[in-house]
């Protein structure tokens, strides 16, 4: 694996690949969802962590969104799968329809 010299967080990957924040958030919550190394926190000396992707990390996450979209029903078990609330489940749905 190459160095990391960079990361973004998770806020600007929303922006840079135009995902819903609420999605993204969900999904990097759990690390297993990513390979190892490619979700960052960063510790800034408050209480909470900022998250991060690595380019690796992005890469995976625009595959594992692309595959997901390939049906409505595979996108309905894909938020299912990796959004426990089923308020952003639904919000999710309004703002992005696969």
């Known amino acids: 694996m190459a160095t990391i ?15 819903d924040l609420e999605l993204l958030q969900a999904i990097v919550s759990n690390d297993d969802n990513l390979s190892y190394g490619s979700i960052i926190s960063v510790h800034d000396g408050t209480e909470e962590a900022i998250t991060a992707l690595t380019e690796h990390g992005i890469d995976e996450l625009r595959q594992m969104l692309a595959d997901a979209r390939r049906s409505a029903e595979k996108w309905n078990d894909f938020l299912d799968d990796f959004v426990s ?3 952003v489940i639904a919000r999710i749905k309004a703002r992005s329809p696969p």
């Not at 010299?5 to 995902?19: A, K, N, Y």
């Open 5 to 19: 010299t960079h990361v973004f967080t998770i806020d600007h990957v929303s922006q840079m690949i135009g995902e």
């Open 85 to 87: 609330d089923p308020d």
